[in-house]
């Protein structure tokens, strides 16, 4: 017959530690160990930083901190042209596209398709390549375009009709300028 281990006792600290064993006294001690030595590294590092704090603290107090000498800021010249091109580039960047593209979206019929726009910033004109179903549609959208707001003036550069084509569109280019200061 095997041993009952009978044990009516109330649980507490001492029944706890009596019935720990070997393993786990040997996983608490080096877990303490462990924090004995953080503990430590940390105590050594504070000093260092406390060093560092007095050491500013009395350079201040002497009033021999290190003096930065300043180096004035280079100014580099830029060529007229290099300054054109940049000013060229800034204002083809700084181009009104939501302006130009609402003027032309409120006039476009949906027998108008645009196909190309080339912008061109200093010269404040819009070149345009559109594709209508026949003439009377591209004629009605450049007067449209030139009643908008938006544009000073629409002026058509060429037409062709594209014979290749079954429905046989008309091709056409316009340029559009708008003014220097819009409404």
Partial sequence: MSRLHIDFAPRGWRHAVADTRWPAWLMMG???????????????????????QQRVVRLQQSKVLLQVP?????????SVERANAVNQAISQLNLPWRE????????????VALLSMEPDAVKRTMKCVAEAQDGPAMLTYLEQLKKSEFFDSVVLLRHEVIERDPGKPIRFQFEAFWPVARP
């Fill in 70 to 78: 300043r180096v004035p800021a280079r100014r580099e010249t830029v």
């Fill in 30 to 52: 080096a877990g303490l160990l462990l924090c004995l030595f953080v503990a430590a590294d940390v105590h050594s590092r504070w000093n260092v930083y406390q060093d560092g």
């Fill in 100 to 111: 130009v593209l609402d003027a032309m979206e409120q006039v476009a019929p949906g027998s």
